[in-house]
């Protein structure tokens, strides 16, 4: 049985039930709660849904594209066929287009195109955040050598959320942080994330970081933990809800899933050395039972 099918299930039910609907940036209003936690046995049971598809290689490769890659450049997911940042591409002149709602001369909010100006160099990426923060900072390398060498360490923090380079970012990071702590030989991780698209982002995201917590066991000798995260700001899009339900339904009707094996390939002793092909050879789940896809629109 899926424990992450009936924890993630548990936040739907609970948004759709007591979530307020609120404006926001985009113009697509959603139903949100204020807060949410999780705790999640990674070393007991892999967490990646089976009410609906989850892509295993896209997961993996978005997050190894910040921490391995430590890369903003959103050709390097394209040339791998993961397409979920482009949304958020700098173009070739160095701008950025959406369309959000923002303050006009009057103060009334309305829908307007924004256009904001990076620069050239800048092109093709998404700014200042996630892998850029992670290069300039070292923090994984930093995570690494601290969970090796001194693992009894109460400062192992890697934080994303860098203030001198929030406007100098497309979109600053929504998963910000992850503390992590070893406890009788096991890895152990806290993620905050400020902001949480429910069907759309967070089965990625937790699906990414119980992989890191994986692959970062692995490579410093520990064996597997939990994983705990809390979000501020739990939501869905409007236009979200049907699709949601679907999978409601699919849980009420048919039960859940028996929860696949993460195979990490034991060869590999050094975290930059896991395959970041667009194949992905070193990380497999095996016996991953599904219901299918849903597909949840991308609000910008």
């Avoid at 430590?70 to 979920?84: A, P, T, Y």
């Avoid at 050395?273 to 991953?288: A, M, P, Q, T």
């Amino acid at each position: 049985m899926s424990k992450w099918d009936k924890q993630y299930l548990e936040l739907c039910k609970n948004i759709l039930e007591h979530g307020k609907e609120v404006e926001n940036r985009t113009g697509i209003n959603t139903v949100k709660l204020p807060s949410w936690h999780f705790h999640i046995d990674v070393g007991e049971e892999f967490p990646i849904l089976t009410t609906k598809q989850v892509f295993i290689r896209q997961a993996v490769l978005e997050m190894l594209w910040i921490y391995q890659a430590q890369s903003n450049d959103v050709r390097w997911l394209q040339e791998r066929n993961v397409r979920i940042w482009d949304e958020w591409e700098i173009d070739d002149e160095g701008i950025w287009h959406a369309t959000q709602m923002m303050p006009d001369e009057n103060g009334k909010i309305v829908k307007t195109e924004v256009h904001k100006n990076f620069g050239k160099e800048w092109a093709h990426t998404i700014g200042t955040a996630y892998g850029y923060i992670v290069k300039k900072f070292g923090l994984i390398d930093n995570l690494i050598d601290k969970l090796k060498n001194n693992p009894g360490d109460r400062r192992m923090i890697m934080s994303l959320w860098q203030n001198d380079y929030l406007e100098s970012a497309v979109l600053p990071s929504c998963v910000w942080s992850s503390e992590w702590d070893v406890t009788d030989g096991k890895l152990n991780a806290w993620v905050h994330q400020r902001s949480c698209d429910v069907p759309l982002g967070l089965p990625f995201n937790v699906t990414q970081y119980a992989t890191l917590l994986c692959m970062l066991a692995q490579v410093c000798g520990l064996e597997v933990g939990t994983l705990d995260w809390s979000i501020k700001d739990a939501h869905i899009y409007v236009n979200q809800i049907d699709g949601i339900k679907e999978q409601l339904k699919r849980f009420d009707e048919q039960g859940d899933l028996p929860a696949p094996k993460l195979w990490l390939n034991p060869d590999v002793k050094d975290f930059y050395d896991f395959d970041n092909s667009k194949d992905c050879l070193d990380v497999k789940l095996e016996g991953y039972q599904h219901m299918g896809k849903i597909s949840f629109p991308i609000a910008q």
